[in-house]
Nanobody, 125 residues
Framework: VQLQASGGGLVQPGGSLRVSCAAS????????VGWFRQAPGKEREFVIS???????YYADSVKGRFTISRDYVKNTVYLQMNGLKPEDTAVYYC????????????????????WGQGTQVTVSS
């Protein structure tokens, strides 16, 4: 499967943005999908994930602000980001895997087989 992330941009603190992860290939609806982000000089960190049946898992830093959803017809996973803060500034990557372990296991970048190219999100006034 190939993943294409899009929708990043510049937004003011407190603003909202929705980024998308579109997949090519069949059976994407059966894939587990996660979003990660990486700021300059920092390691890639887990943000949020969604299973094939819609179960979700959030990093503590984004709970109450970010949500994840998927459109099974469009083969797309969405990351809705509200209440954005300057510390949310990073390149956001989507990743996918067919079979998966526990939700905690899937917070590790090494648990994923497929990655998108990333989309830049900048939160600044």
């Amino acid at each position: 499967v190939q993943l294409q992330a899009s929708g990043g941009g510049l937004v003011q603190p407190g603003g909202s943005l929705r980024v998308s992860c579109a997949a090519s290939g069949r059976a994407f609806s059966s894939y587990f999908v996660g979003w990660f982000r990486q700021a300059p000089g920092k390691e890639r960190e887990f943000v949020i994930s969604i299973s094939s049946v819609g179960s979700t898992y959030y990093a503590d830093s984004v709970k109450g602000r970010f949500t994840i959803s998927r459109d099974y017809v469009k083969n797309t996973v969405y990351l809705q980001m509200n209440g954005l803060k300057p510390e949310d500034t990073a390149v956001y990557y989507c990743a996918a895997r067919t079979s998966h372990g526990s939700m905690v296991t899937m917070t590790r970048p090494t648990s994923y087989d497929y990655w998108g190219q990333g989309t830049q999100v900048t939160v600044s006034s």
